[in-house]
């Protein structure tokens, strides 16, 4: 079957680091992306990766791991309104999302 | 980036009733639209996958006679929750995706309708 794997919650402090990560097992792979949710709205785009390695923006990135089935969304310089569900998807072989059940990251003062 | 609309972004309607909740594209053509379901503190739900043009596909559990889906377009798809339960209460998210072009694979997501059902 086809798997989606990440934290159900984190706890991080204002001005710090995060690291969520997010492991996979799916019927083919055509990328994976990252999106933030909060609470009570859609959900909207952070990163795309199809290849290896790390994609940064701003204080975002994603890294890839293919042949680990492995990703993770680091965070730096964490701010408030940084709370809230991350959702790891991956695009099957059919072009298909497949969800994470998200990770709700809680920020503290 | 692209940008889905839907509406309306809440309604509140009786037990029985039906309701439409409209999903729109409106830069893009969208080849392919999803439907998802999201409940309090869980994550979405894919409801069912629509083309243009031909009949949706419902996931395992998805009643289709409850849950209508109509492509017409390539910038519009409906869903018509016909006599809507209080179980059907949720928060009701759509996504389009266009298969070529600028935009192709990506979803775009609408900012969502929450319905109620009292």
């Known amino acids: 079957g086809q798997n989606i794997d990440q934290p159900t919650e984190m706890t991080a402090t204002e001005g710090a680091i995060v690291q969520i990560n997010c492991t996979y097992q799916t019927s083919g792979f055509n990328g994976l992306f990252w999106y933030q949710q909060h609470a009570g709205e859609a959900p909207t785009f952070l990163s795309y990766?199809?290849l290896d390695g790390l994609e940064e923006k701003g204080r975002f990135s994603s890294f890839l791991s293919r042949s680990k089935g492995y990703s993770y969304l680091h965070l730096k310089e964490l701010q408030m309104k940084d709370s809230a569900s991350y959702l790891c998807a991956v695009m099957d072989s059919n072009y298909q999302l497949i969800w994470g059940a998200g990770t709700k990251l809680i920020i503290k003062p | 980036g692209a940008v889905v609309s839907q509406h309306p972004s809440w309604v509140i309607c009786k037990s029985g009733t039906s309701v439409k909740i409209e999903c729109r594209s409106l830069?893009?053509?969208?080849?392919?639209m999803f439907w998802y379901r999201q409940f309090p503190k869980q994550s979405l739900m894919l409801m069912a996958t629509?083309?243009?043009?031909?009949?949706?596909?419902?996931e395992q559990g998805v009643e289709k006679d409850k849950f209508l889906i109509n492509h017409a377009s390539l910038t519009l798809s409906t869903l018509t929750v016909t006599s809507a339960h209080p179980e059907d209460s949720s928060f009701y998210i759509c996504?389009?995706?266009?298969?070529?072009?600028?935009?192709?694979?990506?979803?775009?997501f609408g900012p969502g309708t929450r319905l109620t059902v009292t």
């Open positions: 996504s389009a995706r266009s298969d070529s072009g600028r935009f192709s694979y990506e979803q775009y």
């Open positions: 629509s083309n243009e043009g031909s009949k949706a596909t419902y």
């Open positions: 830069d893009f053509q969208a080849t392919t």
């Open positions: 990766n199809v």
